[in-house]
Every structure is written in structure tokens, then in C-alpha cells.
């Protein structure tokens, strides 16, 4: 029986391209779906980070609407919109916003934070201050708020200032993408309100006025 040599067996080998095909693929795949999967993490993310974003310019900017005088209640329907838009991507228990009122003190030697309210689980306190905070001091005699970018109400008026935290959870669990806190902040000049103080006329409870009370 004839039989071919190695050399030509290997020559043959060499040359058979039946399977190039399989080959190809099983060496593209997995970078293909690495691209595909790192792709749809980062849209996303991204998708993610605007929404936080809206959600503190929204916040900010009806608290900071209220004409006249603000209540209880105005504050509780802003954070409940905040609480609907955010409840698609679990905001209520991944994240916290805090929504806070700047103004001058009453010995005009800097901002205090006349009262401020939150929602969501996140266990977070503002990064500035809490309620209550540089009212008879001048802690903020330059501004509340990021070295270089701090916030001064003008006399007589107020600013609403908005932070929001949130625990992103990443849809492909790679270690690529650890578990990471994003975190927005926006401010808006109160517009149109004589009384800054916060009133109570329908008598809510504690529970039921978006207290700060983590720690």
C-alpha cells in the first residue's frame, strides 16, 4: 500500500483550508464579544450618568421655583419626581439625593444651610454640611460647596443645592467594572420667594417631610 512521506503529509496539511473558516471565527469571537458587551456596559453607564444628572437640574430647579414661600409639601412632591423618574434604574435603594437650602447667616459672616431634606436608602450625608450647619459661625464664609466652585446665596435670597449618590451596578458583571458611586450636584438661584424659611401648614410628620437622618 502506498503511503505518503511525512514531509508530504505535512505539506498537506498545511495547505488544507477546509476548516479556515471555524478557525477564524474561534480566534475573532471573543474579541468580538468583548467589544460588543464592553460596548452596551458603556452605553449604559453613560445613559446612567445623564439620567443622575436630570435628576438633580430637576430637583434643583422646582425647588428653587417656588414663588412666595416654600412648604413641606413643594418639597415632597419634587423629591417624589425624582423618586418616579430614578425608579427604573432602582434609585430608591441604590442611591440618596440631598436637597439643600444655602443662604447668609443671620450675623452675615458667611452661608448656612437653613434646612435640607433627602430620600433614597444610600447611607450618605451631604459632602458640605448638614442642617442647621454655619448658621451662628462663618464655617462657609467663603460659600458652601467643592473648593473652587462653592456657593453664595445673595442677602435676603436663598440657593437650592442638590446632590445626588448613587451605587452603580454594572449589567455585565466583569471585574472590569467594580460596583462605583456616581455622584451629581446641582445649584439654582431661588427665584421670586420673599420667605426662605420652610413651613409645615399641613402638619406632616417626621417620617413623612424626606428628614436627612443617615449618619
Not at 445613559?47 to 412666595?68: D, E, Y
Not at 444651610?113 to 454655619?134: P, T, V
Request: hydrophobic share 45%; with cysteine.
Amino acid at each position: 500500500m502506498f503511503q505518503l512521506s511525512p514531509i508530504t503529509r505535512l505539506i498537506g496539511i498545511c495547505a488544507d483550508r477546509s476548516a479556515i473558516a471555524a478557525l477564524e471565527f474561534a480566534i475573532a469571537a471573543p474579541v468580538l464579544m468583548f467589544l460588543g458587551l464592553g460596548g452596551i456596559e458603556a452605553a449604559n453607564e453613560s445613559i446612567t450618568n445623564m439620567r443622575l444628572s436630570m435628576i438633580a437640574m430637576q430637583v434643583a430647579q422646582n425647588l428653587a421655583r417656588v414663588p412666595a414661600s416654600i412648604d413641606e409639601t413643594d418639597v415632597v412632591d419634587a423629591l417624589k419626581a425624582a423618586e418616579l423618574s430614578g425608579q427604573t434604574m432602582s434609585f430608591q435603594t441604590r442611591g440618596r439625593l440631598i436637597a439643600s437650602s444655602v443662604e447668609e447667616n443671620e450675623t452675615s459672616t458667611g452661608q448656612y444651610i437653613r434646612w435640607q431634606r433627602c430620600i433614597g436608602s444610600k447611607i450618605a450625608d451631604s459632602a458640605y454640611g448638614n442642617e442647621g450647619d454655619g448658621k451662628t459661625d462663618a464655617r462657609f464664609v467663603d460659600g458652601v460647596g467643592a473648593t473652587g466652585r462653592k456657593i453664595s446665596a445673595p442677602a435676603g435670597s436663598a440657593v437650592i443645592m442638590v446632590e445626588v449618590l448613587y451605587d452603580y451596578h454594572p449589567i455585565i458583571p466583569w471585574d472590569l467594572w467594580n460596583v462605583a458611586t456616581l455622584s451629581y450636584e446641582a445649584a439654582f438661584n431661588v427665584r421670586e420667594r420673599i420667605a426662605q424659611d420652610i413651613s409645615n401648614n399641613s402638619d406632616l410628620a417626621d417620617h413623612e417631610r424626606n428628614l436627612c437622618t443617615a449618619s
